[in-house]
């Protein structure tokens, strides 16, 4: 059964930080990883999609790599703003089919 | 991207009533769809699978009976909680694929608020 992992919980960080959020997966036979934006009481963004192949992805100021091998996917976000203070996810997509499997989380709070 | 439209947003009903949630594929035909539950502060859990068509299938601990899934057209999957308990109360999401291993789309969410 797969496990996705996102280390830290959280994070707090001033503003124009750059930072690294963690995501680990216990089943390497992925078909893709997501990450997902959540803000409080709404619905998900999805930020970037990494299919297994790719090695990363890259979107303005974020960018996703993925080690399917180690099962690791980390998620840059470079000079951090508040606005992008949120809950950030990954999820990975099994072969199987497509179901997602979510990690925890990682809420990230950006002070001005 | 494809769009995924469901509701409503957000919902309060008494404790004994039951509640529809509607998940539609606005552009696409989906022939899978999946039903997510978000408790507060926890991660999105799988609740089931609808697969236009056939009966749904559900993850081990969410009772079918309770969370009834219909899934009868290619672009409209619905999940009703039936005799809704306080213990109902969270946030409802539905994902939509054209297919095996693409995509996922994902609607909006419903808040559930069970008094």
């Known amino acids: 059964k797969q496990e996705v992992t996102q280390i830290p919980a959280a994070l707090s960080v001033p503003e124009g930080e750059n930072l690294v959020l963690n995501c680990s997966f216990t089943?390497?036979?992925?078909?893709?990883l997501q990450w997902f934006r959540q803000d409080p009481g709404k619905g998900l963004t999805s930020l970037l999609l990494?299919?297994?192949?790719?090695r990363e992805q890259t979107s303005g100021r974020l960018n996703a790599s993925l080690d399917k091998s180690s099962g690791r996917s980390t998620l840059y976000i470079a000079a951090s703003q508040p606005g992008d203070s949120a809950t950030y996810l990954c999820?990975?997509?099994?072969?199987?089919?497509?179901?997602?499997?979510f990690g925890g989380g990682t809420r990230l709070m950006v002070k001005p | 991207g494809a769009v995924v439209s469901q509701h409503p947003s957000w919902v309060i009903c008494k404790s004994g009533t039951s509640v529809k949630i509607e998940c539609r594929s606005l552009d696409f035909q989906a022939t899978t769809m999946f039903w997510y539950r978000q408790f507060p502060k926890q991660s999105l859990m799988l609740m089931a699978t609808?697969?236009?068509?056939?009966?749904?299938?559900?993850e081990q601990g969410v009772e079918k009976d309770k969370f009834l899934i219909n899934h009868a057209s290619l672009t409209l999957s619905t999940l009703t909680v039936t005799s809704a308990h306080p213990e109902d109360s969270s946030f409802y999401i539905c994902s939509a694929s054209y297919t095996a291993n693409t995509e996922a789309f994902f609607g909006q969410g419903t808040r559930l608020t069970v008094v």
């Open positions: 609808s697969n236009e068509g056939s009966k749904a299938t559900y």
């Open positions: 999820a990975v997509e099994n072969n199987a089919g497509n179901m997602l499997t």
């Open positions: 990494i299919q297994s192949s790719q």
């Open positions: 089943d390497s036979a992925i078909y893709n």
